[in-house]
C-alpha cells in the first residue's frame, strides 16, 4: 500500500460528458502528481501541483483541469470527454521539496468513454 | 530537457536467468533516475533510485542498478529471475526534486518456467 487514494477506482461514462476524479496523497506529502497512461502514449506527465498551487503542466488538454485543496487532496476534472479520453488515470504525491523526487502512486482510476 | 528511452519493449527470460532491462536518459543536470515496476491491474511501485550518493543502487525483491555516466544508463539487473517478477518495469528521470518524473515507454518482462 502505497498510502495514496483513488477514488474511483473505474469509471464508466459516455462521450461528451465530465467526471472528476479525487486523490489522497500519502499523509506529509506537499505535491501531487497526475498521469495519464494508455496503449498508444503510455505514461504521460498531466500537471502537479504542490501545497495548492499549481507548479508544472505536461500534456494536459484544455478540456482537462485540476485543483488541489487545502487539506491537499487534489481533483481532475475531465470535460466533454471522447472515446481517446480511455485510459488509466494515476495520482502520485511526493514530499515535493528539494531531494530525490521519488513519487508515491495510488492504485488509478481506469476510464472508459462509451 | 529530460527524456528516458527503454529499448526492449518486451523481454522473455527463464526463471533462474539474469534479468537485463535497459535505460538511457537524457538530462542537462546530473538527474535523478528511478525504475518502477508495475503488476498487471495495478498502480507503479519504486523499485530503486539514484540519486548520487552510490552508482550502484540495490532495491527491492533483488534487483539492483548501476549509473554509468559516460554511457547515460541505468540498466537494471536481477542475478535470477523468478517468475513473480513477470510485470511492466519503468524507468524514470528527474533533473530536480521539484520536477515531475519522466517516464519510459516500459519494458514488459516475460519469465518463462
Known amino acids: 500500500d502505497s498510502g495514496v487514494t483513488q477514488t474511483p477506482k473505474h469509471l464508466i461514462t459516455a462521450t461528451g460528458q465530465r467526471v472528476t476524479l479525487r486523490c489522497s496523497p500519502r499523509s506529509g506529502d506537499l505535491s501531487v502528481y497526475w498521469y495519464q497512461q494508455s496503449l498508444d502514449q503510455g505514461l504521460q506527465f498531466l500537471i502537479q501541483?504542490?501545497?495548492?498551487?499549481?507548479?508544472a503542466k505536461g500534456n494536459i488538454l484544455e478540456r482537462f483541469s485540476a485543483q488541489q485543496f487545502p487539506d491537499l487532496h487534489s481533483e481532475l476534472n475531465l470535460s466533454s470527454l471522447e472515446l481517446g479520453d480511455s485510459a488509466l488515470y494515476f495520482c502520485?504525491?511526493?514530499?515535493?521539496?528539494?531531494?530525490?523526487?521519488?513519487?508515491?502512486f495510488g492504485q488509478g482510476t481506469r476510464l472508459t468513454v462509451v | 530537457a529530460q527524456s528516458v528511452t527503454q529499448l526492449g519493449s518486451h523481454v522473455s527470460v527463464s526463471e533462474g536467468a539474469l534479468v537485463l532491462l535497459r535505460c538511457n536518459y537524457s538530462?542537462?543536470?546530473?538527474?535523478?533516475l528511478f525504475w518502477y515496476v508495475q503488476y498487471p491491474n495495478q498502480g507503479l511501485q519504486l523499485l530503486l533510485k539514484y540519486t548520487s550518493a552510490a552508482t550502484l543502487v540495490k532495491g527491492i525483491n533483488g534487483f539492483e542498478a548501476e549509473f554509468k555516466k559516460s554511457e547515460t544508463s541505468f540498466h537494471l539487473t536481477k542475478p535470477s529471475a523468478h517468475m513473480s517478477d513477470a510485470a511492466e518495469y519503468f524507468c524514470a528521470v528527474s533533473e530536480t526534486g521539484r520536477r515531475a518524473l519522466t517516464f519510459g515507454s516500459g519494458t514488459r518482462l516475460q519469465v518463462q518456467p
Open positions: 501541483y504542490y501545497n495548492g498551487e499549481e507548479r
Open positions: 538530462s542537462s543536470v546530473p538527474p535523478y
Open positions: 502520485a504525491s511526493s514530499i515535493g521539496g528539494a531531494g530525490a523526487p521519488e513519487a508515491f
